[in-house]
């Protein structure tokens, strides 16, 4: 008997159901969510009760791991960014010392500016406007450029978050 697609998924769902907790599953699904999501959906994709649901979403918010917003009466969930955000930070922090975090910065840098002079703009949007549908290298190009000033953004973050931590040591 040939198995299908749906099949496997049920399969997976029920591992993931016998191998954690309410809350694991919980903290996953809100690990993941960058947007607002009702408790719900949320217990829709955690395979959890409503009721469970939202008790264990208070306590992440209650935590700090999760925020709310408000949509009319409902109210949603999603992982706390800043919080995602110091996270990496203090891992990079971590990871790598001094001097690799101002080569690493030193190298971004001149990666941002080969974008820009390659396409004679200053920044991701600039050429996101200027990109036609069917350029698939400038597009490409965008999204790495984009990720490349973001990680720039968490590098410099991480630098200054060392610079800090040994300032209040002294």
């Not at 959906?41 to 395979?47: H, K």
């Not at 208070?58 to 791991?65: E, I």
Request: aromatic share 6%.
């Amino acid at each position: 008997m040939t198995e299908t697609w749906d099949d496997i998924n049920e399969q997976v769902k029920a591992d993931w159901k016998d191998d954690t907790t309410p809350f694991e599953r919980v903290y996953e699904i809100i690990e993941q969510t960058h947007e607002g999501q009702s408790a719900a959906e949320i217990a829709d994709r955690a395979l959890v009760s409503e009721p469970t649901a939202r008790r264990h979403c208070k306590s992440l918010v209650n935590t700090g791991f999760a925020e709310t917003e408000q949509d009319g009466q409902t109210t949603l969930y999603k992982r706390n960014s800043d919080r995602i955000l110091m996270s990496r930070i203090r891992e990079l922090r971590d990871e790598a010392n001094r001097t690799e975090l101002l080569e690493g910065i030193k190298d971004m840098k001149a990666e941002i500016r080969g974008y820009e002079e390659r396409y004679d703009v200053v920044s991701p949007e600039e050429l996101a406007q200027q990109l036609d549908a069917g350029e698939t290298e400038g597009w490409d190009d965008l999204t790495a450029w984009r990720t490349t000033r973001q990680n720039l953004a968490v590098a410099q973050a991480a630098l200054a978050y060392d610079e800090a931590s040994h300032q209040l040591a002294v």
